[in-house]
Each structure stands twice: as C-alpha cells, then as structure tokens.
C-alpha cells in the first residue's frame, strides 16, 4: 500500500526557476528516497536519505527530510527542460521485507 | 552502475493469452526482486515480491494464480500474466539490487491487452 503523499499534483514552472515538490508520509522510515521518470520510462533513483540525516544535496537537488513531521522535500534549482518529467517520494519501512512505498508523484513540467 | 533489464520493451497480445515478462540483474546477484504494476499517470503500486530459489509473496489483492512468478536464479525472475484480460493493461516494471535495501529499476514493459 502507498503511504506517501505528495504535493503539488503538478508542476509548471519557467526554465532557470526552482521547483519544490513535498511528501509526506505516515510511519517511522528506514530511509526516503526520491526518483525521477520521464514519461513511459523507468525509474531513475535520485537521491537516497536516511532517517538520521536532515538535508542532502546532489548537484541541482537539495533534499530536505524532516522525521518529526514526516515529511521531505525535492527542490530542483535552476531547471532545465529536460527535467520535465514525474518525481516520486518512496520510503523504505524499518522491517525485513525491504519493500518501498511509494507517494503519487508529482509531474513537474519546465517550459523553455 | 548497476544494470536491470525487463524484456520485452512492449507487448501487444489478445484477451485470454499469457505473456511472459523477464527481469534481469546484468551485473550483480538479486536474491530478491520487486515487481510492481503502474496505471496512466498513477504511481506504482507493489505487486509482489520473487524470491530466488522459494515462493514469491504477494501484496494483498493481487492473484497470485493470476500473476505467476518464477525466481529460477539469482539473475532472473519473471511476471507471467495468465489469461490476460483489457484491464491486465498496465505498465509493469521489476526492481532488484545486490543488497536489498539498495534497488535499481528495470525500464518498464507496456502490456497491452486486447
């Protein structure tokens, strides 16, 4: 079952701008990690944080994660048209079974 | 990086056939394999969990006699859609890993059943 949200649904958003995407979720994680799928592709793993860790960076990504209020966030500086595409969060649960939840996704569209 | 394939790409088939879809790890030994199953504009929704060598478990609602799994070795498990109907129309896709809290995602094969 998904048990993370994410908001907003959609994104448009100017070349050169930034875009945030939120999630949020309901149990105690082992870890959030984000992906990236263009459409009709793959997943494409962006960016893996645990829970003991507050902020991550990878080049143009900054994630956020906040265990208090189960929440994380994916902001893209400076986008580009070729980061139009559709971000999920999916969270990895403290157990045996290694599953990942996945959130909704947000599709973000960068216009040139 | 680590590699997993999903074959075929694309699959068009008639109601009431079978369709066999094949996950492979390229360069590392996946004991465990995810597949998942993802609507239009949907997010992906786990459907089952193959297990190298043992029976695979499966989420709840998802017909195990509907959707057969084969884990035959550490490198190959495959998705058998028996007697495919329109609504079996989905895009599936297959994770694996070396570790299992470390997966890479095939690229997805389009099911479309008519």
């Known amino acids: 079952s998904q048990q993370g949200e994410e908001d907003p649904q959609a994104l448009s958003i100017q070349e050169g701008e930034n875009a945030t995407m939120n999630c949020s979720y309901k149990?105690?994680?082992?870890?959030l990690q984000w992906y990236r799928q263009n459409s009709g592709r793959g997943l494409v793993h962006l960016i893996l944080?645990?829970?003991?860790?507050r902020e991550k960076h990878s080049g143009r990504l900054r994630v956020t994660l906040d265990t208090s209020k189960k929440s994380s966030s994916l902001l893209i500086t400076a986008s580009r048209a070729a980061d139009t595409a559709s971000y999920f969060c999916?969270?990895?649960?403290?157990?045996?079974?290694?599953?990942?939840?996945f959130g909704a996704g947000t599709t973000v569209t960068v216009r040139a | 990086g680590a590699v997993v394939s999903q074959h075929p790409s694309r699959v068009i088939c008639k109601s009431g056939t079978s369709v066999k879809i094949e996950c492979r790890s390229l360069?590392?030994?996946?004991?465990?394999m995810f597949w998942y199953r993802q609507f239009p504009k949907q997010s992906l929704m786990l459907m089952a969990t193959?297990?190298?060598?043992?029976?695979?478990?499966?989420e709840q609602g998802v017909e195990k006699d509907k959707f057969l799994i084969n884990h035959a070795s550490l490198t190959l498990s495959t998705l058998t859609v028996t007697s495919a109907h329109p609504e079996d129309s989905s895009f599936y896709i297959c994770?694996?890993?070396?570790?299992?809290?470390?997966?890479?995602f095939g690229p997805g094969t389009r099911l479309t059943v008519l």
């Open positions: 994770s694996a890993g070396p570790r299992p809290d470390t997966q890479y």
């Open positions: 149990t105690s994680i082992n870890n």
């Open positions: 944080i645990r829970s003991n860790e």
């Open positions: 999916a969270t990895l649960l403290p157990s045996n079974d290694y599953k990942l939840s």
């Open positions: 360069d590392f030994q996946a004991t465990t």
């Open positions: 193959s297990n190298e060598g043992s029976k695979a478990t499966y």
